[in-house]
């Protein structure tokens, strides 16, 4: 099973950036689907959630109305649109999978975005 971010770099306060992750080595419709975010010296922390139909989003209050998550089944692709984006989003992002129904978890190898000007 591989996890592989794509998308991240460096932009200025209030630009955007679209996060991608391809899953392969799995059956990617039976997979929840997570953004996590980790900054230097601070714990990991969830960003936004997608189940694995698609019918159901979740983020953390942080970002709530920036940050958009969704999922192309067809494509074993979860998406993660930043916009307006702000110093302190800056951070490793991971996608992780979990399989329905089970404890199998799988993680991305990350990916830097820095905000700053």
């Known amino acids: 099973v591989q996890l592989v971010e794509s998308g991240g770099g460096l932009v200025q306060p209030g630009g955007s950036l679209r996060l991608s992750c391809v899953a392969s080595?799995?059956?990617?419709?039976?997979?929840?689907m997570r953004w996590y975010r980790q900054a230097p010296g601070k714990e990991r922390e969830l960003v936004a959630g997608?189940?694995?139909?698609?019918?159901?989003?979740s983020y953390a209050n942080s970002v709530k109305g920036r940050f958009t998550i969704s999922r192309d089944n067809a494509k074993n692709t979860v998406y993660l649109q930043m916009n307006s984006l702000k110093p302190e989003d800056t951070a490793v992002y991971y996608c992780?999978?979990?399989?329905?129904?089970?404890?199998?978890?799988?993680w991305g190898q990350g990916i830097q975005v820095t905000v700053s000007s």
């Open positions: 080595g799995l059956t990617f419709s039976r997979y929840e």
């Open positions: 997608i189940t694995d139909l698609g019918g159901t989003t």
């Open positions: 992780r999978a979990r399989r329905l129904a089970s404890t199998t978890i799988y």
